[in-house]
């Protein structure tokens, strides 16, 4: 169990794994004042907002990469599409098919460098 620190207003400010002078006391790991000293404050709703959009277009890009790199993997026989779980291989094989209708739809497909 934990040992805590706290501050005048008797808020937790730290924790500790031995006890210290200046955290006598101790707390169940998971007694709620150390649950939510733990959680990340959150940014204003705002601030939250835009940082999500840009987390999950930073997703995507990263998908991108990833699918191009299996990809030249693949090609460069490394290994082969059937070395990954079956259920890797179905949702590589799915987006890749997905990205060919889109590219026939739309017309040249973008590239990511």
């Known amino acids: 169990m934990p040992f805590v620190q ?15 002078a200046e955290a006598l006391e101790e707390l169940k790991v998971d007694s709620q004042e150390i649950i939510n000293f733990l959680k990340i404050p959150l940014l204003n709703n705002s601030d939250a907002e835009e940082q999500s959009q840009l987390l999950l277009q930073s997703d995507a890009d990263f998908i991108r ?27 590589l094989l799915k987006r890749q098919k997905i990205r060919s209708d889109y590219v026939n739809f739309m017309g040249e497909e973008e590239d990511i460098f």
Not at 6 to 20: E, W
Not at 73 to 87: G, M, N, Q, R, Y
């Open 65 to 91: 990469v990833l699918e191009d790199l299996i990809s030249v993997l693949l090609d460069k026989h490394v290994f082969l599409l059937t070395d990954l779980p079956s259920a890797a291989q179905e949702k």
């Open 6 to 20: 706290r501050d005048q207003n008797n808020n937790i400010i730290a924790l500790f794994a031995d006890q210290q």
